[in-house]
């Protein structure tokens, strides 16, 4: 967008049409130049109570009838949070939000459930929706259109057009919803988008709680990002405040493309306060828990299953919180809800990371940047890239577990070996080198790919993005992040020796400035060396931030070295399990979205709210707050980790 009083050269990509109606519609397509050509779908939000309108998703049938698009459907899908309320069919909340089949024009169309029919999505390898389904009808459309609702929202402050194009496609287990949307954004992309905002939901939570706002304009776009941008400015919110349309932003760029047309200015913020907004996307990072916050939030939805009695219960006691959190002292009673259930789930998390590691779930994701930003030297010149490090170690002596280590820029540079009774020949035909970082200590889940073009037919090139739990394992109990880290690699396998070489070119969440290294198997006579030799450094949580490890050797170095003995210890002994054929990986199938939620996600939460309530109850009565207080859930609690929860005196 150009400053104000320049003529801005870049092409209609937004225009925000007033008048509260839909009598704008076709100008403003004419004026972005959609291209229009059947058969044609409409993606429309159906999730009640805050459904997209009929008056608005008619309007844009009516449309595309008129540019000769005889075959149109309306699509829609059942998400996961409409299940959760109790909702079972797509097309019955489709039906409810009044698509009836016909416009008031006369024009048809017939209403499909997107999740009917689907399709291998075509995208390719580097994607999260590689190897996954999407809808046969959006994928087959000549013409795709998005029609969103605008509304606030308490874990994401707001949503448009991002959060409805993701009925595209199922949802994906262990990936995150964002990555999903880019990926619909980036391969499979709406031609026309389409926000509701004649009557926006405004309120803490208005997807579920909506308070109707009256602003009478619908935003209209080519560009999903650059339409969403315009709902968190007409809803009062930063745009960043949606993991979809961050996600969006961190990967694609920001949108270019010119708006025309005034947004309306609100008078006073229209979603959720930040700070509240914080507190419940930290308890959302637990998917579970995030599906038991949504469907905590909200009344009973006409058409909808009675929620189960602990569901119901939990809606009895977040949703007037939520309907109070308007002004400050609700705002800091909601707040302090959603922190204490983040405490507890957090704890179990840390837990889960030091004692039992099968409870940690699963990742699938995309790997996050393009391996042809990298030229063929980068991949190619790998071992010479490694070779100066390797050199440090020269003349360095091993530890009692035999582990050369230094430390050079704050980074650990280090080399760890074992030999492994097992034929070399017999090895490397059951132990791919290629795969060697997933078979891992505390690998959590990533994404490889080949990148072609390599002239040797013993050399590959590769990309690989990798999870693994937080590094060393202690800092969870700190806050500590997984380490989130993007690989190039080169793979040589010659008559003696198949190495893997990598460099860590970009981590996501930051969570590590160095880590490049190599995985080396070599024959020694009967047997095979592994060997793993590497530069890290990974970032401390922000507990730590003003600790200089450094500074204190006498605790760094048995930390350090205890931290690389388990993790290497472990290393090769999952290698000696991929060799004779036994399970090694860490962590728990990540939960389907599909599955029903669970009430121990639900009684976590709910335990959390009943001490929370009880103990404001005894403040406000003058009851010590060590004494037992009415209502309060009695009882150990056992998580959907299997952890228990005992509680004590407050």
């Known amino acids: 967008m150009a400053p104000d009083g320049v003529e801005s050269r870049e092409p209609l990509a937004c225009t925000v049409v007033g008048g509260g109606g839909v009598a704008g519609l076709d100008a403003a397509c004419e004026r972005l130049g959609v291209d229009i050509a059947g058969p044609a779908v409409v993606l ?23 540019h000769g698009c005889d075959d149109v459907s309306v699509g829609v ?24 089949g016909r416009t008031t024009e006369g024009c048809p169309y017939a209403v499909v459930d997107l999740g009917d029919e689907l399709v291998a999505a075509p995208v390719p390898d580097t994607a999260v929706l590689s190897g996954h389904p999407c809808s046969a009808v959006w994928a087959a459309a000549g013409t795709r259109v998005v029609v969103g609702r ?34 619909l954004l980036v391969h499979l992309p709406p031609t026309l988008v389409v926000v509701d905002a004649l009557a ?11 308070v109707p706002l009256d602003t009478g304009v619908l935003v209209v776009a080519t560009d999903a990002v650059l339409a969403d941008t315009c709902v968190a400015a007409l809803l009062g919110q930063d745009r960043g405040a949606s993991r979809l349309v961050a996600r969006a932003v961190q990967r694609r760029g920001s949108s270019h493309g010119r708006l025309e047309g005034r947004v309306p200015e609100p008078t006073r913020p229209r979603g959720p306060h930040p700070r509240l907004r914080s507190a419940a996307a930290a308890l959302s990072a637990e998917p579970r828990l995030e ?55 957090g704890s179990a998390r840390a837990w889960a990371v030091a004692a039992d590691k099968d409870a940690a779930d699963r990742r699938e994701v995309p790997l996050g940047f393009d391996p042809a930003d990298w030229p063929a030297e980068a991949y190619d010149g790998l071992p010479a890239f490694l070779a100066p490090f390797e050199a440090l170690l020269d003349g360095s002596r ?40 997933s078979l891992m200590a505390d690998y959590l889940g990533g994404r490889r790919v080949t990148v072609p073009g390599s002239p040797d037919p013993g050399v590959t090139r590769q990309a690989e993005r990798n999870l693994y739990l937080p590094q060393p394992n202690w800092v969870a109990a700190w806050g500590g992040r997984a380490i989130d880290v993007g690989k190039v690699e080169l793979v040589e396998r010659r008559e ?51 600790v200089d490890l450094d500074q ?67 403040a406000r009565d003058g009851v010590p707050a060590g004494d037992p207080a009415e209502g309060r859930a009695e009882g150990p609690l056992v998580d959907d980790r299997g952890f228990t929860h005992v509680r004590g005196p407050r």
Do not use: K
């Open 200 to 210: 926006p939901a405004g309120g803490v939570d208005g997807a579920r709680l909506p």
């Open 150 to 183: 605008a509304v606030t929202d308490l874990v994401d402050g707001f949503a448009g057009s991002l959060e409805t194009l993701l009925g595209a496609a199922p949802e994906v287990a262990g990936a995150e919803p964002a990555d999903v949307a880019v990926d």
């Open 496 to 546: 003696d020796e198949h190495r893997l070489t990598w460099r860590t070119v970009v981590s996501p969440n930051g969570s590590a400035t160095y880590d490049d290294g190599l995985l080396s198997f070599r024959r020694a006579g009967r047997g095979t060396r592994v060997t793993v030799r590497g530069r890290q450094l990974f970032s401390l949580p922000p507990a730590w931030a003003g």
């Open 44 to 66: 429309a939000r159906v999730s009640p109570p805050t459904p997209a309108s009929a008056e608005v998703v008619h309007a844009v049938v009516d449309l595309l009838h008129r």
């Open 552 to 618: 204190w050797p006498e605790v760094r170095t048995p930390l350090l070295e205890e931290a690389y003995r388990r993790f290497f210890t472990t290393t090769f002994d999952n290698l000696e399990a991929c060799f004779e054929g036994r399970e090694f990986r860490i962590g728990r199938p990540p939960p389907d979205p599909r599955e029903p939620l669970l009430t121990r996600s639900v009684e976590l939460l709910l335990a959390a709210a009943r001490d929370w309530l009880a103990d404001r109850s005894a």
């Open 77 to 100: 899908r059942l998400t996961v949070g409409d299940h959760d309320r109790g909702h079972r069919s797509a097309s019955l909340l489709a039906l409810d939000a009044g698509f009836s």
């Open 398 to 437: 091993s530890n009692a577990d035999g582990m050369r280590w230094r430390l050079v820029d704050g980074a650990t540079v280090f080399e760890v070996s074992r030999e492994v009774p097992a034929d070399f020949d017999a090895w490397v035909a059951r132990v791919d080198v290629a795969a060697g970082i």
């Open 291 to 345: 599906r038991v916050l949504r469907a905590a939030v909200g009344r009973a939805d006409e058409g909808g299953e009675p929620p189960d009695p602990v569901v119901a219960t939990l809606r009895g006691l977040v949703t007037p919180l939520v309907e109070a959190a308007d002004d400050l002292a609700g705002q800091l009673a909601l707040e302090s809800l959603l922190t204490l259930a983040h405490g507890v789930a």
